[in-house]
């Protein structure tokens, strides 16, 4: 059916024939060319609608605008990011989902970014799909994500943009202490006071030149040189100030983000039996209990009260809401404190159910 047999315009053909040389006149030229233009675009603008192929606007239950954007923009987008089919056809997804507008804002925006995933991630997990099908579907919505964060260029050029609770590296001599930033909205750096293994406080001298470390969000590291100003205390927390910069450098880019975490698990050694193509895993029954402090679906470090070599194997299990996890994964460094044993793993294999139920937590997916 044609766009004319649906809206019939009602018009005597004649009535628009050209008068004869006689009787032209440029005015009654012009007035014919108008009327055909209005037409001609009236059918233009009704088959690019009915196509989808302009913004259409609504107000949500959110409170925010809802439309669809062009194929073009979500094409060209996907394009510089390097995603694939399945990712692309993902992204267009979550922004229809949550009615985004303007794709190229939301990627760069990283709040409202997770706004739409977190909708699209609970859509899926509410789908009549089969059981499979939605494990597949999620872990193709954390790597479409994972892609768009590690595309992100960070706008970060001074300590003033940190946010609160970010966790810092402070190297001191030979030692490496871990604080979290209170706040850098002042004149100086706020952050916790620095404590050793044993928790008590580590007193740097005032006027003490420290590097720090850090991680943004969005997987970017940064270092900057600042020195020591004093000690305070804010809502009963001992804190430590530091000196702002605005010469932070830019480290490197972790390849999926991390989130700090206090996790109860449990490692189970693993060693291979046999050669060749009759080698085989062996778990080993004895347990060591542990607390998992950080973690990505590429790795993660974890408290043992046992010494642990480099380069061993451990099954490391744990549950995350009525989620049972577990993964293989390797020491690639242990240091020892205390009567404890901190070790940095990177996981071999991790099934595409855990990889899921661990971005969820990472990415805060998963909140009601």
Not at 158 to 165: E, W
Not at 236 to 256: I, Y
Not at 263 to 273: D, G, M, N, R, T
Not at 295 to 303: M, N, Q, R, W, Y
Request: positive net charge; proline residues 3%; charged residues 20%.
């Amino acid at each position: 059916m044609t766009i004319l047999s649906l809206f019939p315009l009602q018009v005597n053909v004649r009535n628009f024939q050209m008068p004869s040389a006689e009787e032209a006149d440029p005015t009654t030229a012009i007035w014919f060319l108008l009327v055909i233009a209005v037409i001609i675009g009236f059918v233009v603008i009704f088959n690019k609608t009915k196509k989808g192929g302009f913004n259409r606007t609504k107000t949500t239950s959110t409170g925010g605008t809802s439309g669809l954007f062009s194929g073009f923009s979500l094409g060209r987008i996907a394009k510089n990011i390097g995603l694939n089919g399945e990712q692309k056809r993902m992204l267009n997804f979550v922004f229809k989902s949550d009615y985004a507008t303007d794709p190229e804002n939301s990627i760069n925006n990283p709040a409202l970014l997770d706004r739409h995933f977190r909708r699209a991630h609970r859509l899926i997990e509410q789908s009549q799909s089969s059981e499979n099908e939605i494990q597949y579907k999620l872990a193709v919505l954390f790597s479409t994500r994972n892609a768009l964060e590690n595309s992100v260029i960070s706008g970060m050029s001074s300590t003033r943009q940190l946010k609160d609770d970010t966790p810092l590296s402070i190297t001191f001599g030979k030692d490496k202490l871990s604080v979290n930033v209170i706040s850098a909205k002042s004149d100086l750096i706020i952050v916790d006071a620095p404590k050793n293994v044993l928790g008590s406080q580590i007193k740097i001298l005032k006027g003490t030149r420290v590097s720090v470390m850090f991680f943004t969000k969005s997987n970017k590291g940064f270092s900057f040189e600042t020195r020591v100003t004093g000690y305070s205390s804010k809502d009963g927390r001992p804190t430590m100030e530091l000196v702002h910069s605005n010469q932070l450098r830019f480290l490197s880019q972790r390849r999926f983000r991390r989130k700090q975490a206090h996790i109860a698990c449990s490692l189970f050694l693993v060693y291979v039996e046999g050669s060749g193509k009759k080698q085989r895993l062996i778990v080993d029954k004895r347990r060591i209990p542990g607390n998992i402090a950080d973690i990505s679906v590429g790795g993660c470090s974890a408290k043992v009260t046992a010494p642990v070599q480099v380069g061993a194997r451990f099954k490391i299990e744990f549950m995350h809401k009525d989620a049972n996890v577990a993964v293989l994964g390797q020491v690639l460094r242990s240091n020892r404190t205390g009567t404890n044993t901190i070790i940095h793993v990177r996981f071999l294999k991790v099934s595409q159910k855990s990889m899921n139920t661990i971005n969820a937590f990472v990415y805060e997916y998963g909140k009601d």
